[in-house]
């Protein structure tokens, strides 16, 4: 708390008098951190029409736009949070289903207008765009090489561009196709 109170120039009385514990204060930090990131990370998709190309757009958008100082929540609570505040850890989970849900729709929307493979497993791809994402998100912080999150983006441009299905009608090719 003491960090919070030299952060914001406050004495604790008044942080506590917007908030009734340091509980409250981080999931209300986390709500906020949660928001922001999201918004930048979806920033236009909804002005693009195909799936694919929307897919490549949430990763851009999350390659070139720092998340939330601090890093990304979802990480950040994954390594500090997973035994502690299960509050929190309940929180964070339901955001990364969340954004699961939005990937998956993505895909499953693209298979309806025939733009994405049949074949193609949607929880899939969204685990796979997350835990790419995530993991080079990982290695930056920790390794400081930035180029990272480039191949990362470089690598799932060249995966989204084989789930498209005008590029090959035999299904045992697909990524990620049903067994």
Not at 49 to 67: E, F, I, M, Q
Request: aromatic share 8%.
């Amino acid at each position: 708390m003491q960090d919070i109170v030299d952060a914001v120039g406050l004495e604790k009385g008044s942080i506590y008098g917007h908030f009734s514990s340091k509980e409250e204060l981080t999931l209300e930090a986390f709500d906020f951190a949660r928001g922001d990131t999201v918004q930048k990370r979806l920033r236009n998709l909804d002005t693009v029409n195909n799936a694919v190309d929307k897919l490549k757009l949430h990763v851009k958008n999350y390659v070139d736009t720092p998340s939330f100082t601090g890093g990304c929540p979802w990480l950040n609570i994954a390594v500090d949070a997973d035994d502690g505040n299960a509050a929190l850890r309940d929180r964070a989970r339901k955001a990364v289903c969340g954004w699961e849900e939005a990937l998956i729709n993505i895909v499953m929307e693209g298979q309806q207008r025939g733009e994405v493979r049949s074949e193609v497993q949607p929880q899939s791809v969204a685990t796979f765009l997350i835990a790419t994402l995530e993991g080079a998100t990982a290695i930056y912080r920790i390794d400081k090489r930035s180029g990272a999150l480039a191949h990362a983006q470089d690598n799932l441009d060249r995966f989204f561009d084989t789930v498209v299905r005008s590029h090959t009608d035999d299904p045992t090719t697909a990524p990620f196709a049903q067994s």
